[in-house]
């Protein structure tokens, strides 16, 4: 595994526990696909 590597999981990991945690605070049904599409298109940025 070379470093870009890495950090692509490390960030793939991070969002995943963003994402688990933003879905404990706010309530599922609120949350909307544009929302969880915006988010993840960040984190797939980095």
Do not use: E, G, H, P
Request: net charge neutral; glycine share 0%.
């Amino acid at each position: 595994m070379d470093y870009n590597a890495n950090i692509f999981y490390l960030c793939k990991y991070i969002s995943n526990q963003f994402l688990r945690f933003y879905a404990s605070v706010v309530d599922i049904n609120q949350l909307s696909f544009v929302n969880l599409n915006f988010i993840y298109d960040l984190f797939s940025k980095l």
